[in-house]
């Protein structure tokens, strides 16, 4: 039986780790803006997040802690990605328009989406130490571990399709070929400062 009361503090740590402005929620916001794959990219960082943190519950957290080059090697491959990401996002702002359309246009392919968002993912140790780590030693402490889990799967697919979907609302914003190259800006900066607090540890 799932108590509420686990279930709800899952959804809240969830919720409260996962809004924080990153690469991820960068990315999802400029895809929903494109109208570009959102249910594939919405549920790809869903989907991840549920399998973090089973992972995490399932005690990965401890395994994760206690193998520092596994940390160290994603910290430097994230490193690494961000900062060509963020370079691309710079090149984009300052070159403006060409395939940032809100809507028309011929769209990126899901595959090289999914891949960059699996790199944005997958290697960013930011991600790891938010769900296996410490979801995972949150749960620890719930009489009802599954329910702190499904708390806190649900909170990140109610704010990744919240971000996908609901992005469409600034469309009207984004008609104007200023606000994508803000926007591109934005992601960069983002990308880059998150890429330098990864190398300075």
């Known amino acids: 039986m799932i108590q509420a009361g686990s279930y709800l503090a899952g959804l809240g740590i969830g ?16 895809q929903g803006l494109l109208r570009s794959h959102v249910f594939a990219v919405c549920l790809f960082c869903a989907a991840s997040d549920a399998a973090l943190i089973a992972a995490g519950v399932a005690g990965a957290g401890a395994i994760a802690s206690h193998a520092p080059w596994f940390l160290q090697a994603m910290r430097w491959g994230g490193a690494a990605f961000l900062l060509w990401y963020g370079l691309r996002s710079a090149r984009a702002a300052w ?33 790891w130490l938010d769900t296996v780590v410490l979801i995972g030693s ?3 402490a719930q009489s009802d571990r599954l329910g702190f889990a499904l708390g806190a799967m649900s909170g990140s697919f109610l704010f990744f399709f919240s971000l996908g979907f609901g992005a469409r609302l600034l469309a009207p914003l984004f008609a104007r070929p200023v606000a994508w190259r803000l926007l591109d800006a934005g992601v ?12 300075r540890g």
């Not at 929620?25 to 400029?30: M, S």
């Not at 899901?110 to 993912?121: I, K, N, S, V, W």
Request: charged fraction near 5%; proline fraction near 5%; charge should be positive.
């Open 15 to 30: 919720l409260s780790l996962i809004m924080a402005i990153g690469a991820q929620n960068a990315f999802v916001l400029k």
């Open 138 to 140: 949150i749960s620890s």
């Open 188 to 199: 960069a900066l983002v990308m880059w400062t998150i890429a330098l607090s990864l190398i």
């Open 95 to 127: 070159r403006g328009g060409e395939t940032l359309q809100a809507s028309g246009g011929k769209a990126p392919a899901l595959g090289p989406t999914l891949a960059a968002l699996a790199a944005l993912t997958w290697l960013n140790p930011h991600v």
